[in-house]
């Protein structure tokens, strides 16, 4: 008669990756097939060999092998994977370009409103048009050009007024302009007079 | 196997430092693993260092952050390939049981397990590349079968047959070791 259970089946019992159903048929059938009961504990002294420590055992280098290997794979792998360089390139080179159209943008707002050109119509009415990034860029070229222009004059008054020798004008005094910064003229102020005379002359446009 | 979804999580995040901590808890058993398939010292070291250092550079591509393990042993098992394409299997062939069996008889226990894993070892590389990974994998590093059948690239079905095929041909080989054994210790 053919025996109900396999080899494999076996295996799987001896694996104990069977079902408790299966357990107690392999069991049961051991119990009454000395044939079986025979290739089952073959297969176990074959398994019994893998689970021996001292047969499992592999030799293994010493300590210091496993820090120079852990060394050269650090230095093997120091640099970004390939693949994360080039997705981070591309990434990088996505922002660039963002970046180099947002100024290109406020460059060519700047040049639509004509603000460099002589005798240009008043920025005012043509802001509304702007976008929200070429208004605020506006406001601080706007803020710049009339501070230096304001300075320009201010460095005049101080000038003229060093050279007046006349009686009393040590007495006078020379006001910041109305309603412009400061700090222009703090910095001003820290220069000497031959600094002074180099600044005037790179705002004269010599 | 949880840290390992961390560590690879966070080097993906760009903490590469991460990945030194993922080689030192490998090395040893990938070594392990790898000479146990067969290879000698250096293989299995060079064999190990390019498993990492392809398992860095194609770190991205792995999506099931838990899988780390199954997924450096596939690569290293792919490289151990190569390398017994390339070597001639004679040398293996000559470790085989019959060695065992034509040695002088020696009672002595620590010998007779010199003897054994000598024989076992043999009896390793007399199996099929497929049939000895799956076996290693299975018996060595109790890898279940699931993660043994992603390894070696088979079905689940097909890896449980091959380690069947496996044992069943270990036994027969087993067999007339055994009886020498014992027959010498008078057993």
Redesign the interface.
């Known amino acids: 008669m053919r025996c109900p259970i396999d080899?494999?089946l076996m295996?799987?019992y001896l694996e104990g990756?069977l079902d408790e159903t299966e357990r107690e048929r392999v069991r049961d059938h051991i119990r009454s097939c000395p044939g079986c009961a025979e290739?089952l504990l073959?297969?176990n002294?074959?398994?019994g060999?893998?689970?021996?420590p001292?047969?499992?055992?592999?030799?293994?280098?010493p300590e210091q092998?496993?820090n120079e290997?852990?060394r050269?794979?650090?230095a093997?792998?120091w640099r970004?994977?390939?693949?994360?360089r080039s997705?981070l390139f591309r990434h990088a080179a996505w922002k660039m370009v963002a970046a180099a159209a947002a100024v290109l943008l406020v460059f060519l707002g700047v040049g639509r409103m004509g603000v460099f050109s002589p005798g240009s119509p008043s920025l005012a009415g043509r802001q509304s048009f702007m976008l929200p990034v070429e208004q605020d860029s506006m406001k601080v070229m706007r803020r710049m050009l009339t501070d230096c222009t304001l300075a320009a004059e201010y460095l005049q008054t101080v000038s003229d007024l060093n050279a007046d020798t006349t009686a009393g004008s040590a007495d006078k005094t020379v006001l910041f302009p109305a309603g412009t910064s400061a700090t222009v003229y703090d910095g001003l102020m820290d220069l000497d007079e031959e600094q002074l005379d180099g600044v005037m002359a790179i705002m004269a446009g010599n | 196997m949880n840290d390992d979804i961390l560590l690879v999580r966070r080097i993906k995040q760009g903490e590469?430092g991460c990945?030194?901590e993922l080689?030192?808890r490998y090395?040893?058993p990938l070594?392990?693993y790898l000479?146990?398939l067969g290879l000698e010292?250096d293989e299995a070291?060079d064999v190990?260092?390019n498993a990492?250092?392809r398992a860095?550079?194609?770190?991205?591509?792995l999506h099931e952050e838990g899988n780390f393990r199954s997924w450096l042993y596939t690569i290293a098992s792919n490289q151990a390939k190569n390398w017994f394409r390339g070597r001639s299997r004679l040398a293996v062939l000559e470790q085989s049981s019959d060695n065992f069996l034509d040695e002088n008889a020696d009672s002595d226990r620590e010998m007779d397990?010199e003897k054994?894993?000598h024989w076992?070892d043999g009896a390793l590389n007399r199996l099929p590349a497929v049939q000895r990974q799956i076996?290693v994998l299975r018996?060595?590093e109790d890898t279940p079968?699931a993660a043994v059948a992603e390894i070696c690239g088979v079905s689940l079905t097909a890896a449980?047959?091959s380690?069947?095929r496996a044992?069943?041909k270990?036994?027969v080989w087993?067999?007339p070791v055994?009886e020498q054994v014992n027959m010498q210790d008078g057993r």
């Open positions: 080899e494999g295996i799987d990756i290739r073959e297969l002294r074959v398994r060999l893998f689970a021996a001292a047969l499992r055992r592999v030799e293994m280098p092998f496993w290997n852990l050269a794979i650090e093997a792998t970004m994977p390939r693949q994360w997705r | 590469h990945f030194s080689v030192e090395q040893k070594y392990r000479r146990r010292h070291a190990m260092q990492f250092i860095w550079n194609n770190l991205s591509t397990r054994m894993r076992l076996v018996a060595f079968f449980k047959v380690y069947h044992l069943k270990m036994a087993l067999k055994r």
